[in-house]
């Protein structure tokens, strides 16, 4: 009998798709990896990623915009700084000197549930156009004590025509009797990301030891009041 192979071409892309792409998550973060693409003929000099927000348990508006990282230059990469219990469409492609490859079939991932330990019920709004007004319900833990909060924000993706995009606008280290916190001096229709993580020290009699830092909290505010 007749040996019969199936083959999927691409057209005039360089190169094929990356192969047997596999996803492994945490709260914010979610661990990809991939196989090169099979093609003699191109040499691959990198990678890059598409992702995009579909859904999630947080108050901010989705689908959000999808972004793209690229200058990737191994077959895995770390996307951080996720929202928790959120959904994410995933693909990976391949760059060589003759353009881009055609993206790999989409993963549809979902990062974990707050881990224990975290900060509960992180929630921020604009209070005027300049700030937002932040609260949150202390982590639930019979064995830690809450010494200090620490509290970072940043330009979400998408505004880069903002000062100071790509880097942390702010860190605030808060009282650990304190449950709200104003983040002032921002700018009018701005979106944010505002990071928080408590710092924990065991209870005496409670078998724990050493301090421990919870994994990082997050919530975004699209576009600032336009009000003062």
């Known amino acids: 009998p ?15 798709p990356p192969s047997s792409v596999v996803a492994s998550t945490s709260a914010t973060e979610i661990l990809l990896q991939w196989e090169p693409p099979f093609d003699p003929e191109s040499t691959i000099l990198g990678y890059g990623i598409i ?20 200058d990737i230059f191994d077959t895995s990469y770390i996307i951080e700084s996720l929202l928790v219990a ?5 693909a990976v492609f391949a760059i060589t000197e003759q353009g881009v490859g055609p993206e790999s079939e989409e993963l549809i991932v979902e990062t974990t549930e707050t881990a224990i330990h975290a900060v509960q019920k992180l ?18 833990t019979a064995d830690y004590y809450v010494t200090e909060y620490q509290l970072k924000y940043r330009l ?9 995009y790509g880097e942390e606008l702010g860190k605030v280290d808060i009282p650990p009797n304190i449950q709200h916190y104003n983040i002032s001096g921002l700018l009018p229709y701005g ?4 990071e928080l993580k408590s ?16 994994l990082d909290v997050e919530d975004e505010v699209i576009g600032t009041s336009s009000v003062g």
């Not at 992702?51 to 793209?68: C, E, K």
């Not at 959120?86 to 995933?90: E, G, P, R």
């Open 2 to 16: 007749n040996a019969v192979t199936h083959i999927s071409t691409y057209g005039e892309s360089p190169v094929g």
């Open 51 to 70: 992702y995009q927000m579909i859904s999630t348990s947080s108050s901010i508006h989705a689908p959000r915009p999808p972004v793209i990282v690229r």
């Open 86 to 90: 959120s959904v994410y469409k995933i």
């Open 123 to 140: 929630r921020c709004h604009a209070a005027t156009s300049e700030i937002l007004s932040c609260s949150w319900k202390h982590p639930e």
């Open 156 to 164: 979400i993706d998408g505004f880069d025509y903002y000062p100071g």
């Open 191 to 194: 979106g944010y990301i505002v």
């Open 199 to 214: 710092i924990l020290y065991p209870i005496v009699g409670s078998g724990e030891s050493g301090y421990k830092k919870s």
